[in-house]
C-alpha cells in the first residue's frame, strides 16, 4: 500500500470511479489523481490540505462521478457527491436511466447549495440537471 496518507486516499477516490465506469459501461475513465485532488480541496486552506486527516475523511465521504453518466468522467462532466448518494445514483441509472439519475444529481446540488458545508463539496459547478441542452461535455484525453 502506499506509504503517503494523501495519495493512498487519492488512490481510492480515483479506483472508486474506476470501478464505477462499469456501471455506466465506459470502458475508461478521463480524469487523473491530481485532477481529483483539485476537486477535493477547492477553497481549503494550505495548512488544512497537508493536514493527513482532512485526506483520509474526504476519501471515506466523497465520491466523483460523472454528471451524465453516458459519457466520458473528466474534469468536464464530474461532480462531487457523498458516498452513500453515489450508490442511489447508480442504483438509478441502471434501474431507472438517465431521466432518474439527473432528477436525483439535482437534488443533491439543492441540498449541497443550502449546506455547503455539511459535504465539504461545494465546489461542483453549474450542473442544471440538463444533459441535452447546455454546453456540450468534451475530454481532453
Known sequence: MLKNPQKRALSKVWARAYKDRRHFEQPRIGIKQAEI?????VGVADEIRENVLLY???ANRLAVIPIDPSK?????NVVL??????KLL??????????AYSKLLRKEQSYLSMHPMDN???????????FDGGQEIECDI
Open 56 to 58: 483520509e475523511i474526504l
Open 81 to 86: 457527491v457523498a458516498t452513500s448518494t453515489r
Open 37 to 41: 485532488d483539485q476537486l477535493l480541496t
Open 72 to 76: 466520458l468522467l473528466c474534469m468536464s
Open 90 to 99: 447508480i442504483k438509478q441509472w441502471k434501474r431507472l436511466g438517465k431521466e
Open 120 to 130: 465539504h463539496s461545494d465546489s461542483q459547478g453549474d450542473y442544471d440537471g440538463n
